[in-house]
């Protein structure tokens, strides 16, 4: 992390604890016991990608139960705790044609009967400041865990959160382990040192801002920053604006793809993208562009820096980060319990468009597209409360120079996940 960076944080995190400006979260501490809570999520998932042009299919189809305890915080001016997430998992079928970040394979490509994972965390919290050490499920536009899977990504570290000022979060952290999805090795991506840091202020109810910052060791260095407006109409509708980037400088060691440069020294992009929602009752409708500059695609994932590391619109199975891509989209979202149909019900459909990609040695303007289709339904009351099904496809297609040996290649994908939440005290 440069020194300018290092001197930023020191100064809001200080800033933050010496300047108070609401009641204190630990002031406000019931006990280790009386604040816990704990839940399991009994979730099947579903994964099949039917591909094209002599490419395999990949199927994955399995169960799991994903654990979450945390305890409350002790009493005192300094409150203690900790924490356990984990998931235990088996396969439904023989899942022969595996794959899809879902189920660990052996190295013989076979996959997993059952497995197991997680871990535990201890945290600490002084007024409206909270520090977690352990496995972690992490929620950052620069480290953020993929939770589109059968199970989560865990990352080990230790996480600073920052509530001392009103309507500002400040987060720091270090975190040294990444597991993902469908690895049994807490390390599985080989993490040495990944740093983060940030800040998001809520200016009002319409407003907010934020920005980001991680620096990989030996991978990458990555800042994010985003900008939200929501302006009222009148009829309770709205309508709201969205910024959001990324430049992201990669070091020698780093995984890229799509890039047109073989100084592995000076690899670099930018990525950015606008979108405007229009929201009147049932109906949502949105509009987006994302372009990306550079020399390389905006590659993440990879590098242990999340699975879920890019949070911009133009992102469904295709993510339309090729190497100088424009992206256009277009989406409208149906809540049929505002039509008075079915409470829980909820319709999502998009097309994007991606044009002028640049693969090296074959063309300079490749494209892509996708059309994609989203249902799911809540149980709004009853025993069943908050359980969902959710089923998606994705119909993806791509120019012949921008195939699997490319990116993703031409695929019919289809998911579908039940999602059953028992909640334990």
């Given at each position: 992390?440069?020194?300018?960076?290092?001197?930023?944080?020191?100064?809001?995190?200080?800033?933050?604890?010496?300047?108070?400006?609401?009641?204190?979260?630990?002031?406000?501490?019931?006990g280790?016991?009386?604040?816990?809570?704990?839940?399991?999520?009994?979730?099947?998932?579903?994964?099949?990608?039917d591909?094209?042009n002599g490419?395999?299919?990949?199927s994955?189809?399995a169960?799991?139960a994903?654990?979450?305890?945390?305890?409350?915080?002790t009493?005192?001016?300094?409150?203690?705790?900790?924490?356990?997430?984990g998931?235990g998992?088996?396969?439904?079928?023989?899942?022969?044609?595996?794959?899809?970040?879902?189920?660990?394979?052996?190295?013989d490509?076979?996959?997993y009967?059952?497995w197991?994972?997680?871990?535990?965390?201890?945290?600490?919290?002084?007024?409206?400041?909270t520090?977690?050490?352990?496995?972690q499920?992490?929620?950052?536009?620069?480290?953020?865990?993929?939770?589109?899977?059968?199970?989560p990504?865990?990352?080990?570290?230790t996480?600073?959160?920052?509530?001392?000022?009103?309507d500002?979060?400040?987060?720091?952290?270090?975190?040294?382990?990444?597991?993902?999805?469908?690895?049994v090795?807490?390390?599985?991506r080989?993490?040495?040192?990944?740093?983060v840091w940030?800040?998001?202020?809520?200016?009002?109810?319409?407003?907010?801002a934020?920005?980001?910052?991680?620096?990989?060791k030996?991978?990458?260095?990555?800042?994010?920053?985003?900008v939200?407006?929501?302006q009222?109409?009148?009829?309770?509708?709205?309508?709201?604006?969205?910024?959001?980037?990324?430049?992201?400088?990669?070091?020698?060691?780093?995984?890229?793809?799509?890039q047109?440069?073989?100084?592995?020294?000076?690899?670099?992009?930018?990525?950015?993208?606008?979108?405007?929602?229009?929201?009147?009752g049932?109906?949502?409708?949105?509009?987006?562009?994302q372009q990306?500059?550079?020399n390389?695609?905006?590659?993440?994932?990879?590098?242990?820096?999340g699975?879920?590391?890019?949070?911009?619109?133009?992102?469904?199975?295709?993510?339309?980060?090729?190497?100088?891509?424009k992206?256009?989209?277009i989406?409208?979202?149906?809540?049929?319990?505002?039509?008075?149909?079915?409470?829980?019900?909820?319709?999502?459909t998009?097309?994007?468009y991606?044009?002028?990609?640049?693969?090296?040695g074959?063309?300079?303007?490749?494209?892509?597209?996708?059309?994609?289709?989203?249902?799911?339904?809540?149980?709004?009351?009853g025993?069943?409360k908050?359980?969902s099904?959710?089923?998606?496809?994705s119909?993806?297609?791509?120019?012949?120079?921008?195939?699997?040996?490319?990116?993703?290649?031409d695929?019919?994908?289809?998911?579908?996940?039940l999602?059953?939440?028992?909640?334990?005290?």
């Amino acid at each position: 992390m440069l020194n300018a960076q290092k001197l930023t944080l020191a100064v809001l995190i200080s800033a933050a604890i010496i300047s108070s400006a609401q009641a204190s979260e630990q002031s406000e501490a019931k006990g280790f016991v009386e604040d816990a809570n704990g839940s399991i999520l009994f979730r099947t998932g579903y994964i099949s990608r039917d591909k094209k042009n002599g490419v395999d299919d990949t199927s994955s189809f399995a169960q799991t139960a994903i654990v979450n305890i945390d305890s409350g915080f002790t009493p005192g001016i300094v409150g203690f705790g900790v924490g356990v997430v984990g998931d235990g998992s088996f396969k439904i079928g023989e899942n022969n044609n595996a794959g899809n970040n879902m189920i660990p394979k052996y190295n013989d490509g076979s996959a997993y009967d059952h497995w197991a994972r997680g871990g535990g965390s201890v945290k600490a919290r002084f007024s409206n400041t909270t520090v977690r050490y352990g496995t972690q499920v992490l929620d950052l536009p620069v480290l953020a865990s993929n939770t589109a899977r059968l199970v989560p990504e865990y990352f080990t570290g230790t996480l600073l959160t920052s509530h001392e000022i009103k309507d500002l979060e400040v987060i720091a952290g270090k975190f040294t382990k990444d597991q993902y999805s469908d690895q049994v090795n807490t390390d599985g991506r080989h993490l040495d040192r990944a740093i983060v840091w940030g800040a998001k202020y809520k200016f009002d109810d319409n407003l907010n801002a934020s920005y980001y910052g991680l620096d990989s060791k030996d991978k990458l260095e990555r800042h994010y920053v985003n900008v939200n407006y929501k302006q009222p109409l009148a009829n309770d509708s709205s309508l709201t604006y969205d910024f959001s980037g990324y430049h992201t400088k990669f070091d020698e060691g780093a995984s890229t793809y799509s890039q047109t440069t073989d100084d592995l020294s000076n690899r670099k992009n930018n990525i950015w993208a606008i979108s405007t929602a229009y929201n009147t009752g049932p109906h949502n409708l949105m509009v987006a562009y994302q372009q990306n500059s550079g020399n390389v695609g905006y590659d993440y994932g990879e590098n242990a820096d999340g699975g879920q590391s890019i949070y911009l619109p133009n992102s469904y199975l295709s993510d339309f980060i090729g190497n100088d891509e424009k992206s256009a989209q277009i989406q409208y979202s149906l809540d049929f319990g505002k039509l008075g149909v079915l409470p829980g019900l909820n319709w999502t459909t998009a097309f994007v468009y991606g044009w002028d990609i640049k693969v090296k040695g074959l063309t300079d303007d490749a494209e892509e597209h996708e059309f994609f289709n989203q249902v799911k339904y809540t149980v709004q009351s009853g025993f069943a409360k908050d359980a969902s099904l959710r089923i998606r496809n994705s119909y993806y297609r791509a120019s012949d120079a921008y195939q699997t040996n490319a990116y993703i290649g031409d695929t019919n994908e289809w998911r579908i996940f039940l999602d059953i939440p028992v909640k334990l005290f």
